[in-house]
């Protein structure tokens, strides 16, 4: 089997590398890719959205369908974690691990204190990616996961349960909800004010004191707190179904 | 674009994916897997992919192997194959 | 010889790819298998985002570019001095979207424990028949 497996596998490596005698030279600035689309965005990004960086520019305007249903998968992953592993019924399971318990308790005074110190600092910065990526690198989905890692930092050193009472399951589940709705729902808006789906020009007239420019890159704001709320809601659901296989009353 | 740079990180990321697929240990393997996950985003780094890179240092190095971790705790360590 | 040693970047790209591929086909246990799929992924993510490198070009944020209106300092941008942007959009999306799928398969994996005590494969297909 695993010599079958490895005779595959190389037959593939060899067509592909058969194949990759045709591509571009590495760092080529006029390869077929960098030719027909990507100029437009490198010169007129800045014209049209006031949004320096042109990835998030790209994402969050150009390109903001493809970012809305990114954002749906991210939920129906989590859901999906959700339906396969939660259990509410008590009872043991029938190949329950072995018990950890003395191995895993031994909490340390140190990392207690720091963590204590260190977490707001984390979901500060964390919400400073989330502002600043129109300018820096960063935007939505970094920040997200930052602040959903902030959660599982303060799973991990001290108990599930201290994590889970300063954000429940009905709360993340309502929150995971919410981010989704804001994205979708500031394109509602603009489909509602006049112009197509997810076209920030429209939001002139709701927003005070701006040109249509400046309205892209207050819509691309809103979207990405929207991906951030979303994402940070489905990193501490999957990680509590995980570490506790679904009971939710003892993690790692 | 430093080729030399390049070609030292490249070599390293392979050692790790080789190694990740052969320890027998589950954990040795997610922490590997961890390692692999950084090595990438200093690679992505000196290609000026800098969202790229931050992502996958928040997404890969950080939650990706803590799901790994988690899920080995609650089955089996060892592993023969 | 000189387009093999030009070229030598695609080599090491496909090696990676045929490395996670492997582990997928071969290996017994299943969470190796999903080891296997996110090398799998993140050698593809890396053969995307080297396409978009340009050499001696920067990092695709524009510097004083705040300022929409000043049609008078807005000097004509060099397209080859900024590295193509596109592969990174579409790359964040990917690596999200893996994310995603490594969390469903653990969970996945887990109740397969749950259900049979094992997690290699030939004892469940054992336990199966």
């Not at chain 1, 991210?74 to 691990?97: C, E, N, S, W, Y």
């Not at chain 3, 071969?26 to 890396?46: D, E, P, Y």
Request: charged content about 15%; proline content about 2%; glycine content about 8%.
């Amino acid at each position: 089997m695993k010599v079958l497996g490895f005779l595959a596998v190389a037959f593939t490596g060899f067509l592909l590398v058969v194949a990759a005698e045709d591509f571009p030279a590495w760092g080529d600035a006029a390869s077929p890719a960098s030719t027909h689309l990507s100029p437009h965005f490198i010169t007129d990004a800045v014209e049209e959205t006031a949004v320096p960086n042109m990835v998030t520019a790209v994402l969050a305007d150009y390109r903001g369908f493809d970012t809305m249903f990114e954002t749906a998968v991210i939920f129906t992953a989590g859901m999906a974690v959700i339906l396969i592993l939660r259990r509410t019924r008590r009872g043991r399971d029938k190949h329950a691990p072995e018990d950890r318990t003395d191995e895993l308790v031994h909490k340390d005074l140190i990392t207690r204190t720091i963590v204590r110190l260190l977490v707001p600092f984390i979901q500060l910065f964390a919400i400073y990616v989330v502002m600043h990526g129109h300018h820096s690198p960063g935007g939505g989905f970094q920040g997200g996961v930052m602040l959903g890692a902030s959660f599982i930092l303060l799973a991990i050193t001290f108990d599930l349960r201290t994590a889970l009472k300063r954000i429940g399951e009905r709360k993340n589940i309502l929150l995971a909800n919410a981010g989704l709705f804001i994205y979708a729902g500031i394109g509602a808006l603009c489909l509602v004010l006049g112009l197509n789906f997810l076209d920030y020009s429209a939001l002139i007239s709701i927003l005070p004191a701006t040109d249509r420019i400046m309205a892209h890159s207050h819509g691309m704001l809103g979207i990405e707190i929207g991906v951030a709320i979303a994402v940070m809601a489905i990193m501490v659901i999957i990680f509590a179904n995980l570490a506790s296989r679904g009971r939710y009353d003892k993690g790692l | 674009m430093i080729w030399q740079l390049d070609l030292i990180i490249l070599s390293l990321v392979v050692i790790c994916a080789i190694a990740a697929i052969t320890v027998k240990d589950l954990l040795n393997a997610s922490i590997i897997l961890g390692v692999y996950s950084f090595m990438m985003c200093l690679l992505w780094t000196e290609m000026g992919a800098v969202d790229v890179a931050f992502t996958e240092a928040a997404v890969g190095a950080g939650v990706s192997t803590i799901f790994c971790i988690s899920a080995v705790f609650q089955t089996k360590r060892r592993t023969k194959d | 010889m000189d387009m093999i040693l030009a070229k030598y970047n695609y080599w090491i790209y496909i090696l990676l790819m045929m490395i996670g591929l492997y582990a997928m086909i071969s290996k017994r246990n299943l969470v190796k298998k999903i080891i296997g799929m996110n090398i799998f992924q993140t050698a593809i993510i890396l053969f995307y985002v080297s396409i978009g490198a340009k050499r001696n070009a920067t990092i695709p944020i524009l510097e004083h570019g705040h300022g929409h209106g000043d049609d008078a300092a807005r000097t004509a941008l060099d397209v080859a001095a900024y590295v193509n942007p596109l592969p990174h959009v579409l790359m964040l999306t990917a690596i999200v979207v893996s994310v995603a799928t490594l969390g469903v398969a653990l969970a996945i994996v887990l109740r397969i424990y749950r259900q049979y005590g094992t997690l290699e494969e030939d004892e469940i297909l054992e336990q199966i028949q």
